[in-house]
């Protein structure tokens, strides 16, 4: 006996069920609740009134350049920036500290070569601080 051409008619036939066993069904059906709303991502105070008007990749850098204590990298101006909720991509901060390098804002003590990042350090003759913050 070819039970596989039963099969499919076997699962097509509709089941029969009284109309007090499909109220039943209805009625315990489980209520979709509403998804809960997402709380609010943290950002800094400071960084919330920056804004996001033209050029404020700069300012973000700066203010976070002004916030680390020594040399840093990169890696750690994105680490400070993505804690405080406010991250750029790597490539915005690279070319934000390019163009500060350019400047002589800030000095790159050593350069990068490979997987070594390059390391660095505000300039003694300038302060780092965005005029927005110092005030």
């Known amino acids: 006996m070819d039970v596989g051409a039963l099969l499919p008619a076997f699962l097509t036939q509709p089941r029969a069920t009284s109309p007090a066993r ?4 209805l009625e315990s059906a489980p209520v979709a609740l ?6 609010e991502r943290y950002v ?9 008007p ?7 850098v700066r203010w976070a350049i002004a916030r680390l204590m020594g040399d840093y990298t990169l890696q750690d101006i994105h680490a400070v920036l993505t804690r405080e909720g406010r ?7 690279s070319v934000v500290l390019s163009r500060l390098k350019k400047r002589r804002k800030i000095v790159e ?3 990068g070569n490979g997987r070594r990042p390059s390391i660095f350090r505000k300039s003694p003759l300038v302060s780092n601080v965005p005029a927005d913050a110092a005030a």
């Open 22 to 25: 499909q109220v039943t069904l």
């Open 34 to 39: 509403p998804a809960p709303p997402r709380p």
């Open 44 to 52: 800094h105070p400071e960084l919330k009134d920056f804004g996001n």
């Open 54 to 60: 033209h050029g404020i990749n700069t300012t973000i």
């Open 87 to 93: 991250p750029l991509q790597t490539a915005e901060i």
């Open 109 to 111: 003590i050593h350069r």
